[in-house]
């Protein structure tokens, strides 16, 4: 299973972004999609996780924020984040789960937000 990520880039405070990533050379079960994002000198945190069945979950700092949806026949992952701040300035980083392959990574992608 490999992961494609798109999206990211630099935006303004108060602005929006969308997240899109998808896994490809999946033929069973992904349990949960999502992302993740490290700051610089800061550990990984959680931004938002959804499950096949659509249960989502959402890190502290970003609830009322950011929105994931998830297309289980494409294996793809949405993340709009609205109402950026500088402080969300990170490598954003895809995350799927399954039984089937365990856990695997996308390689990350920029977010920087200006003040």
């Known amino acids: 299973v490999q992961l494609q990520a798109s999206g990211g880039g630099l935006v303004q405070a108060g602005g929006s972004l969308r997240l899109f990533c998808a896994a490809s050379?999946?033929?069973?079960?992904?349990?949960?999609m999502g992302w993740y994002r490290q700051a610089p000198g800061k550990q990984r945190e959680l931004v938002a996780t959804?499950?096949?069945?659509?249960?989502?979950n959402f890190g502290d700092s970003v609830k009322g924020r950011v929105t994931i949806s998830r297309n289980n026949v494409g294996n793809t992952v949405d993340l709009q984040m609205r109402s950026l701040k500088p402080e969300d300035t990170a490598i954003y980083y895809c995350?799927?789960?399954?039984?089937?392959?365990?856990?695997?990574w996308g390689q990350g992608t920029l977010v920087t937000v200006s003040s």
């Open positions: 050379g999946a033929f069973f079960r992904i349990d949960s």
């Open positions: 959804i499950t096949e069945d659509r249960t989502t």
């Open positions: 995350k799927v789960e399954s039984a089937w392959y365990g856990d695997i």
